[in-house]
């Protein structure tokens, strides 16, 4: 147990075996079906896990790699939703176009808005990220004519993949709908390791470890954190998609600021330093959360408590934790 | 018409008024220690309802001093407790913390005093309207006014003549050079986060008076303090105390043209704002970065 | 960087916390006279703004099936209550609903008190072919344009609510209303009815919309003030509608005109100081109702059991649960689709209605058709604090809903 005054953990990022991570992590992903019901858990857990991992993953890109702090990206999970609820409703009835449409939503507007933002650092950037997404939360909200307002868009539903060859029913079988949701979420997360990867993500790395470094160097530092910042935004508003095919539904409370402050806390209690970390993490959060409030109306104390726990004796989250344990 | 406006003017200060005793206490924490207080809202509310316990024994002038004094109180161990712990951290441990802390201040509030509103008697004196011309403002309102502007002076006077108010300004500005003359910087924030709980607890009693109590009393109050903030610009208290009273009158006039775009036109201002003059009305340059 | 520790935690430690989790996480085992019992799986915002609805409606839930639990159970089983927070978020609240019928395996599903979520529920319940009733989420298109044939609703719709209370405001006060209103569906549809029952009657209006969680109405009561209607329709919800009432009242507006509106909750009059506790409106349901004995003996027994006195909420959740029992009975079965065509038309006895008028689910649109209580609101008389409400006049649930055409629901039965 870690009760390390800083955080700032300077060994690389990457991995020392990141195939073996990747491989049990895998592993256990494929065969949810098989042992989750054994353990007392149900189908639509597992796919609320990978979609909230997907979201916590694709904020950490920002967070854990770049070193820059958004406290509001549950907006861009939430346009996300809605991209792909309204596609679904007015445009054509295509699972693919739907998740398209969410990325392209989320994205573009917090592309948008990364643009005003990207000399902002610390809690002010944090700061204007929570009043941005607020703005977006309140629109939704506002917007009855298309949103549907305080009450979510409903009257959409997801299509079955048509593969040209064969037609993959995801609307009424739920293991289906679990793979599909899977699939996605390994495109998903291994575009981000390429990234990651790359001389863009390591130059990403070089400015959260030090940005005054980096700048003389010659990094276009703004540049960079706006770029970071639409690449998040993009992967976040995927999750968000997938999250309305999950529900066939999206509502205003998708883009609220406690819904931000949960993705973080995923983030940081599963490791954010760590690639897989976020994954993790949410799914810790997800399974507690639905196991406390199944127990008791005062879930809320105990989530809380969950917050103030990890940030006064967990800073580094779990896999962080198993990390420095090996480094000795 | 005109008349019209005028009231909405003076309505829309009221209002303000509320915003800035909001915003005044998060940006006091904000600037000298670098926390935005999630929590702040539930720092209203608890101000609400100690008033509530307190009336039947102290009354409701007794409790109004009171209540605010024991927030702060309450302020000044949370602070001592929690959050100077993670001072020295990355800043999304303390957003964290201040919002896990939001979480089990809401729901101690609804395990204590139950989930539907409680009602609250304000003084008969305090209820009445004005005049029948003036029947929309009631003397609880001028009185909300008058205790802010009260507030809100006593605060910028602390600030300026006092010796610990003098060094949180330092502090804001420039907090290694004020460690290094000697000021115990440590106890120097757990008072300025007891003097921003202290302006929360204020905050509650008189919204109890207004809006009644409940536990997501301060939850609406929270945005529209952010907001403040931003658009008076972060760092300048002056500034706070303008983007409340703004956001407060547009959100009024608002009101008389487009009603359903009241709450909207806060959020409106605060992007053209961030678009036009990126540090806000008072901001220093650099603040922000 | 997390892989060469995994083989660290031993295996014998890992099968220990496996099943750990597994006793935890499992449902309980059931062991009572071989039998299974009935699981009813209610989904309720416990935690959010409409918190205080929700608690009074699991209060209502509790209270019925320990009742039927000491009389003959449903089909002569036992009853056993699961119930799970929504949160008041749709997510939260499908997921949930998933859980109790894919994990738990209950046999129905009640919710929830907000309508959106109970809405987002009926996709999951319609495509698990789960029976569902909705007791308390009043926007009209769940048993309107979108209807579902396993979707019952015991609440009424704002429709209903609207036709009922408008004649009676006519004829007390007068044909010239001004609304105020919250801007989103619920509030629009309701003011719509509103006005189609006020046109009818040759009244006029003036209507102002304003945000949901509206808390400073000094300026549209100005103008309401300058337009001198007969009556000020408050058509705000939950805390809005409360300081609407507070800020009429402080503002002495009482004395000009009257105080209106369609829905009122026992609940939000307790949060109203006694002076707003004004105005002519609909209860859905009423626990003073001297001339029905059966209501009598309901209230006291109800009293009896938990020390407090039933509002509407404790209602729904009462006439939800007692129908399904019933319609299990006729049925002879807990099948969705089965339950639901044995509930189309049932009529309810008077001891499970609780009110002296004819109480069905009608056919076309699955909502249940019973007497609206329009009467005015008042500060506790006879130093009874639940005494706030007196009855002016009921009106039978078929008059207000109008014909199943109007409601736009087109039922379609699974084949």
Same mark, same amino acid.
């Given at each position: 147990?870690?009760?390390?005054?800083?955080?700032?953990?300077?060994?690389?990022?990457?991995?020392?075996?990141?195939?073996?991570?990747?491989?049990i992590?895998?592993?256990?992903?494929?065969?949810?079906?098989?042992?989750?019901?054994?353990?007392?858990?149900?189908?639509?857990?597992?796919?609320?896990?990978?979609?909230?991992?997907?979201?916590?993953?694709?904020?950490?890109? &920002? +967070? @854990?790699?770049?070193?820059?702090?958004? *406290? #509001?990206?549950?907006?861009?999970?939430?346009? /996300?939703a %809605?991209? !792909?609820?309204?596609?679904?409703?007015?445009?054509?009835?295509?699972?693919?176009l739907?998740?398209?449409?969410?990325? &392209? +939503? @989320?994205g573009?507007l917090?592309?948008? *808005? #990364?643009?005003?933002?990207?000399?902002?650092? /610390?809690? %002010?950037? !944090?700061?204007?990220?929570?009043?941005?997404?607020?703005?977006?939360?309140?629109?939704?909200?506002?917007?009855?004519? &298309?949103? @549907?307002?305080?009450?979510?868009?409903?009257?959409f539903?997801?299509?079955?993949?048509?593969? /040209?060859?064969?037609?993959?029913?995801?609307?009424?079988?739920?293991?289906?709908?679990?793979?599909?949701?899977?699939?996605?979420?390994?495109?998903?997360?291994g575009l981000?390791?390429?990234?990651?990867?790359?001389?863009?993500?390591?130059?990403?790395?070089?400015?959260?470890?030090?940005?005054?470094?980096?700048?003389?160097?010659g990094?276009?530092?703004?540049?960079?954190?706006?770029?970071?910042?639409?690449?998040s935004?993009?992967?976040?508003?995927?999750?968000?998609?997938?999250?309305?095919?999950?529900?066939?539904?999206?509502?205003?409370?998708?883009?609220?600021?406690?819904?931000?402050?949960?993705?973080?806390?995923?983030?940081?209690?599963?490791?954010?330093?760590?690639?897989w970390?976020?994954?993790?993490?949410?799914?810790?959060?997800?399974?507690?959360?639905?196991?406390?409030?199944?127990?008791?109306?005062?879930?809320m104390?105990?989530?809380?408590?969950?917050?103030?726990?990890?940030?006064?004796?967990?800073?580094?989250?779990?896999?962080?934790?198993?990390?420095?344990?090996?480094?000795? | 018409?005109?008349?019209?406006?005028?009231?909405?003017?003076?309505?829309?200060l009221?209002?303000?008024?509320?915003?800035?005793?909001?915003?005044?206490?998060?940006?006091?924490?904000?600037?000298?220690?670098?926390?935005?207080?999630?929590?702040?809202?539930?720092f209203?509310?608890?101000g609400?309802?100690?008033?509530?316990?307190?009336?039947?024994?102290?009354?409701?002038?007794?409790?109004?001093?009171?209540?605010?004094?024991?927030?702060?109180?309450?302020?000044?161990?949370?602070?001592?407790?929690?959050i100077?712990?993670?001072?020295?951290?990355?800043?999304?441990?303390?957003?964290?913390?201040?919002?896990?802390?939001?979480?089990?201040?809401?729901?101690?509030?609804?395990?204590?005093?139950?989930?539907?509103?409680?009602?609250?008697?304000?003084?008969?004196?305090?209820?009445?309207?004005?005049s029948?011309?003036?029947?929309?403002?009631?003397?609880?309102?001028?009185?909300?006014?008058?205790?802010?502007?009260?507030?809100?002076?006593?605060?910028?006077?602390?600030?300026?003549?006092?010796?610990?108010?003098?060094?949180?300004?330092?502090?804001?500005?420039?907090l290694?050079?004020?460690?290094?003359?000697?000021?115990?910087?440590?106890?120097?924030r757990?008072?300025?986060?007891?003097?921003?709980?202290?302006?929360?607890?204020?905050?509650?009693?008189?919204?109890?008076?207004?809006?009644?109590?409940?536990?997501?009393?301060?939850?609406?109050?929270?945005?529209?303090?952010?907001?403040?903030?931003?658009?008076?610009?972060?760092?300048?208290?002056?500034?706070?105390?303008?983007?409340?009273?703004l956001?407060?009158?547009?959100?009024?006039?608002?009101?008389?043209?487009?009603?359903?775009?009241?709450?909207?036109?806060?959020?409106?201002?605060?992007?053209?704002?961030?678009i036009?003059?990126?540090?806000?009305?008072?901001?220093?340059?650099?603040?922000?970065? | 960087?997390?892989?060469?520790?995994?083989?660290?935690i031993?295996?014998?430690?890992?099968?220990?916390?496996?099943?750990?989790v597994?006793?935890?996480?499992?449902?309980?085992?059931?062991?009572?006279?071989?039998?299974?019992?009935?699981?009813?799986?209610?989904?309720?915002?416990?935690?959010?703004?409409?918190?205080?609805?929700?608690?009074?409606?699991?209060?209502?839930?509790?209270?019925t099936?320990?009742?039927?639990?000491?009389?003959?159970?449903?089909?002569?089983?036992?009853?056993?209550?699961?119930?799970?927070?929504?949160a008041?978020?749709?997510?939260?609240?499908?997921?949930?609903?998933?859980?109790?019928?894919?994990?738990?395996?209950?046999?129905?599903?009640?919710?929830d008190?907000?309508?959106?979520?109970?809405?987002?529920?009926?996709?999951?319940?319609?495509?698990?072919?789960?029976?569902?009733?909705?007791?308390?989420?009043?926007?009209?298109?769940?048993?309107?344009?979108?209807?579902?044939?396993?979707?019952?609703?015991?609440?009424?719709?704002?429709?209903?609510?609207?036709?009922?209370?408008?004649?009676?405001?006519v004829?007390?006060?007068?044909?010239?209303?001004?609304?105020?209103?919250?801007?989103?569906?619920?509030?629009?549809?309701?003011?719509?009815?509103?006005?189609?029952?006020?046109?009818?009657?040759?009244?006029?209006?003036?209507?102002?919309?304003?945000?949901?969680?509206?808390?400073?109405?000094?300026?549209?009561?100005?103008?309401?003030?300058?337009?001198?209607?007969?009556?000020?329709l408050?058509?705000?919800?939950?805390?809005?509608?409360?300081?609407?009432m507070?800020?009429?009242?402080?503002?002495?507006?009482?004395?000009?005109?009257?105080?209106?509106?369609?829905?009122?909750?026992?609940?939000?009059?307790?949060?109203?100081?006694?002076?707003?506790?004004?105005?002519?409106?609909?209860m859905?349901?009423w626990?003073?109702?001297?001339?029905?004995?059966?209501?009598?003996?309901?209230?006291?027994?109800?009293?009896?059991?938990?020390?407090?006195?039933?509002?509407?909420?404790?209602?729904?959740?009462?006439?939800?649960?007692?129908?399904?029992?019933l319609?299990?009975?006729?049925?002879?079965?807990?099948?969705?689709?089965?339950?639901?065509l044995?509930?189309?038309g049932?009529?309810?006895?008077?001891?499970?209605?609780?009110?002296?008028?004819?109480?069905?689910?009608?056919a076309?649109?699955?909502?249940?058709?019973?007497?609206?209580?329009?009467?005015?609101?008042?500060?506790?008389?006879?130093?009874?604090?639940?005494?706030?409400?007196?009855?002016?006049s009921?009106?039978?649930?078929?008059?207000?809903?109008?014909?199943v055409?109007?409601?736009?629901?087109?039922?379609?039965?699974?084949?």
């Amino acid at each position: 147990m870690s009760t390390a005054t800083t955080t700032a953990v300077t060994t690389p990022v990457m991995p020392a075996r990141p195939w073996l991570t990747t491989a049990i992590i895998f592993a256990a992903l494929l065969t949810v079906p098989v042992w989750l019901p054994m353990l007392g858990g149900y189908t639509a857990l597992a796919g609320r896990v990978l979609v909230l991992g997907l979201a916590a993953m694709s904020f950490n890109l &920002l +967070l @854990g790699f770049t070193g820059v702090m958004s *406290f #509001g990206h549950a907006a861009y999970f939430g346009l /996300g939703a %809605y991209g !792909a609820g309204l596609t679904l409703k007015y445009i054509a009835p295509s699972t693919p176009l739907a998740m398209v449409g969410g990325v &392209l +939503l @989320g994205g573009i507007l917090g592309s948008l *808005f #990364g643009r005003l933002i990207a000399q902002r650092r /610390g809690v %002010y950037f !944090a700061m204007v990220t929570v009043a941005f997404g607020q703005i977006a939360f309140y629109v939704t909200y506002s917007w009855d004519s &298309l949103t @549907g307002g305080y009450d979510g868009l409903r009257g959409f539903s997801r299509a079955p993949l048509n593969l /040209g060859f064969t037609t993959i029913d995801i609307t009424n079988n739920s293991t289906y709908f679990y793979y599909f949701l899977l699939f996605v979420f390994a495109v998903a997360t291994g575009l981000q390791a390429l990234l990651l990867a790359s001389p863009f993500g390591r130059t990403l790395v070089a400015i959260r470890e030090n940005e005054r470094r980096a700048r003389f160097l010659g990094i276009p530092i703004e540049r960079h954190i706006w770029m970071s910042f639409s690449i998040s935004c993009c992967f976040t508003a995927l999750a968000g998609a997938l999250y309305a095919l999950l529900n066939n539904f999206a509502d205003p409370m998708g883009l609220h600021y406690s819904l931000s402050g949960e993705i973080v806390i995923m983030t940081v209690m599963g490791g954010m330093r760590a690639f897989w970390g976020p994954l993790i993490g949410a799914a810790l959060f997800v399974v507690l959360q639905d196991y406390i409030s199944s127990m008791t109306v005062n879930w809320m104390s105990f989530v809380g408590l969950i917050f103030v726990l990890v940030v006064l004796f967990f800073p580094r989250g779990l896999l962080g934790m198993l990390q420095k344990g090996t480094e000795k | 018409m005109l008349q019209l406006v005028l009231y909405n003017v003076t309505n829309g200060l009221i209002i303000g008024a509320f915003y800035v005793l909001m915003a005044l206490g998060l940006s006091l924490i904000l600037n000298l220690s670098n926390v935005i207080n999630f929590a702040h809202g539930n720092f209203l509310a608890l101000g609400g309802y100690i008033a509530f316990v307190l009336t039947p024994f102290l009354g409701y002038w007794g409790a109004l001093i009171v209540s605010p004094l024991i927030t702060a109180l309450f302020g000044f161990a949370i602070e001592r407790l929690m959050i100077r712990r993670v001072y020295s951290r990355d800043p999304v441990y303390s957003l964290l913390l201040t919002f896990g802390l939001a979480f089990i201040m809401q729901d101690a509030c609804r395990y204590i005093w139950g989930p539907s509103g409680l009602q609250t008697s304000i003084p008969d004196i305090l209820s009445a309207p004005l005049s029948a011309d003036l029947f929309f403002i009631t003397w609880y309102r001028i009185f909300m006014v008058a205790l802010v502007i009260a507030a809100v002076s006593g605060l910028f006077a602390f600030l300026r003549f006092t010796r610990v108010g003098i060094r949180i300004r330092a502090g804001t500005l420039d907090l290694d050079t004020v460690s290094i003359l000697g000021v115990n910087v440590g106890m120097l924030r757990s008072l300025n986060f007891a003097v921003g709980s202290l302006l929360a607890g204020l905050a509650g009693v008189l919204a109890a008076g207004q809006v009644g109590l409940n536990p997501n009393m301060g939850d609406d109050l929270l945005m529209p303090s952010f907001i403040a903030i931003i658009v008076g610009g972060v760092g300048s208290l002056t500034g706070t105390l303008c983007g409340g009273l703004l956001i407060g009158v547009a959100g009024a006039l608002t009101t008389v043209f487009w009603p359903a775009a009241s709450e909207a036109v806060i959020y409106v201002i605060m992007l053209v704002v961030l678009i036009l003059r990126p540090r806000g009305l008072m901001g220093q340059e650099g603040m922000m970065s | 960087m997390t892989s060469p520790t995994l083989p660290a935690i031993r295996r014998r430690t890992l099968i220990k916390s496996s099943l750990a989790v597994a006793a935890l996480s499992a449902p309980p085992i059931i062991s009572a006279r071989g039998e299974v019992p009935v699981r009813i799986g209610m989904v309720d915002p416990l935690t959010g703004t409409l918190s205080a609805l929700a608690v009074s409606e699991v209060e209502g839930a509790k209270y019925t099936v320990e009742r039927l639990n000491k009389r003959n159970g449903i089909l002569g089983r036992q009853v056993e209550l699961l119930v799970e927070d929504s949160a008041n978020d749709v997510g939260t609240g499908v997921q949930k609903t998933r859980k109790l019928i894919e994990r738990d395996k209950v046999d129905v599903i009640l919710g929830d008190v907000n309508s959106g979520i109970a809405y987002a529920m009926m996709g999951v319940t319609s495509e698990l072919k789960v029976f569902h009733m909705v007791p308390g989420g009043h926007t009209d298109p769940i048993t309107g344009a979108d209807c579902k044939w396993n979707t019952f609703r015991v609440c009424n719709t704002t429709a209903m609510d609207a036709a009922a209370v408008t004649g009676e405001l006519v004829k007390r006060f007068g044909k010239k209303f001004f609304f105020v209103t919250p801007d989103y569906a619920y509030g629009h549809t309701l003011q719509a009815n509103f006005i189609k029952n006020l046109k009818a009657l040759g009244g006029e209006y003036q209507a102002e919309l304003l945000p949901i969680t509206n808390s400073e109405f000094s300026a549209t009561l100005i103008k309401a003030k300058a337009y001198k209607p007969d009556v000020l329709l408050n058509n705000m919800g939950g805390l809005a509608q409360i300081n609407c009432m507070k800020q009429f009242t402080q503002f002495g507006m009482q004395k000009e005109m009257h105080l209106g509106g369609g829905l009122y909750e026992i609940e939000s009059v307790r949060a109203v100081p006694a002076d707003a506790q004004t105005g002519t409106w609909v209860m859905e349901w009423w626990w003073d109702q001297p001339n029905v004995p059966e209501v009598v003996a309901f209230v006291a027994d109800f009293r009896k059991a938990t020390g407090k006195t039933p509002t509407a909420r404790h209602w729904f959740a009462l006439v939800a649960i007692e129908s399904i029992r019933l319609a299990a009975e006729k049925a002879k079965s807990l099948e969705g689709p089965k339950l639901a065509l044995a509930m189309e038309g049932m009529e309810l006895p008077r001891d499970i209605a609780l009110t002296a008028g004819k109480s069905f689910f009608r056919a076309g649109d699955h909502q249940l058709m019973t007497d609206l209580f329009v009467g005015d609101v008042h500060p506790p008389s006879k130093g009874n604090p639940d005494d706030v409400f007196t009855i002016g006049s009921a009106v039978p649930g078929e008059v207000a809903a109008g014909s199943v055409e109007s409601t736009g629901c087109k039922m379609v039965h699974p084949a």
